[in-house]
């Protein structure tokens, strides 16, 4: 049995791919899973050192924006076009997998389409509650379309019923137990925040944040972790003193740049302030978490937009779009929140009712139909 998986860019559109591949190792320790991506993005580290089979094209997305230097680009965009697909359609005859899989990103494209044409088996995992381009492409092309959220079904042209299978989680947040993690901060019965941008930052986040921990310090009630990134860090320790605070004189209170122990901090958090991506969003689902979501802008599709409204509409989240977000909005939605606890327990009730837990089945049961 021979699995090859495409996909790449970021970590949103590796790790199903290297969570699936793991789940299917698992079950067929003598599967062979192979890769196709590029070797400029992060799939070139993460995927070797998962250890699988790891093979290249060069490929390249279209810039959306008018200007001299992305025309430029786009001419090679184009070029790597038509590169590509006779790259890929190489590697498929060279490979001959029994089933490809597809989790997004540019360099999905020409793998899944040349599969298409050998008839080779193919399926598509889509993360975002809106589809991306490339997947939007191949969604009439592919045997099978799964889908994270099923608000995706209507922008996509499918050959089959679309099978809604959420988005794998690992298996360190699954397991994460509320009492041990609390039992491990130190946290005592303290309400517990747990905010972050992302592992490179988001600045108006940690600006807002600055906002919060400011009406909530005084207090010295509520238990606060937050995550500034690596662009981020040193100008928010300069800010929160810039107010007059002290953290040294509030232990609750902790700012960090990375949170390497985020299984640890999110079972343990109460509430949940975060940009809202894919994976983040299927990890608050599945570990029952009250959240406020503030969308990236930044992203292509606003895809982190219509995933907020999905956890919103189930109940499960308040959002804060960046244009509105200060510390005093910040403060009062949080306020809102914390001080209800009837909200905050049905909020977190709400998630856990629309998380998928067994993604990593669902998707392997896919893939193993179609063998």
């Known amino acids: 049995m021979h699995i090859l998986f495409a996909g790449g860019g970021t970590a949103g559109h590796i790790n199903p791919a290297l969570a699936v591949a793991g789940y299917i190792k698992e079950k067929h320790p003598d599967a062979k899973i192979s890769y196709i991506g590029t070797e400029r993005g992060l799939e070139s580290r993460l995927v070797r050192e998962a250890g699988y089979d790891f093979y290249t094209i060069e490929v390249a997305g279209f810039q959306r924006q008018i200007s001299l230097s992305n025309i ?63 997947n939007k492409a191949l969604s009439s092309m592919v045997d099978e379309v799964m889908l994270a959220f099923p608000e995706a079904e209507k922008h996509l042209r499918c050959k089959n019923k679309p099978i809604v299978t959420g988005n794998p989680v690992r298996m360190s947040v699954l397991s994460a137990n509320r009492e041990e993690a609390r039992k491990k901060l130190g946290v005592g019965n303290s309400p517990v925040i747990l905010s972050f941008g992302g592992s490179l930052g988001a600045r108006p986040i940690n600006k807002a944040v600055v906002g919060l921990i400011k009406w909530h310090a005084e207090k010295d009630e509520i238990f606060h972790i937050h995550g500034t990134g690596k662009s981020g860090y040193s100008d928010m320790l300069e800010d929160i003193k810039a107010e007059g605070i002290n953290l040294e004189k509030h232990p609750k209170i902790t700012v960090r740049e990375y949170i390497n122990d985020m299984d640890v901090c999110l079972a343990a958090a109460d509430l949940v302030i975060c940009r809202s991506g894919a994976i983040t969003l299927s990890e608050l689902q599945n570990c029952g978490k009250a959240a406020i979501l503030i969308p990236s802008p930044y992203v292509a599709e606003n895809h982190q937009f219509h995933n907020a409204m999905s956890l919103k509409s189930a109940g499960a989240a308040e959002i804060i779009e960046e244009k509105d977000l200060n510390g005093d909005t910040l403060a009062k939605m949080v306020s809102d929140i914390i001080g209800d606890a009837s909200t905050l327990e049905q909020m977190s009730i709400n998630a856990k009712k629309s998380a998928i837990s067994d993604s990593n089945e669902k998707i392997y049961d896919v893939i193993m139909k179609l063998l």
């Open 72 to 134: 430029k680009k786009n001419f090679s965009a184009v070029i790597k076009m038509f590169t590509s697909s006779k790259a890929a359609k190489k590697l498929l005859k060279e490979l001959k997998p029994d089933v490809v899989v597809g989790t997004g990103g540019y360099v999905s494209g020409p793998v899944l389409r040349e599969a298409a044409k050998l008839n080779i088996k193919c399926c598509i995992h889509e993360q975002n509650a809106y589809p991306g381009v490339t």
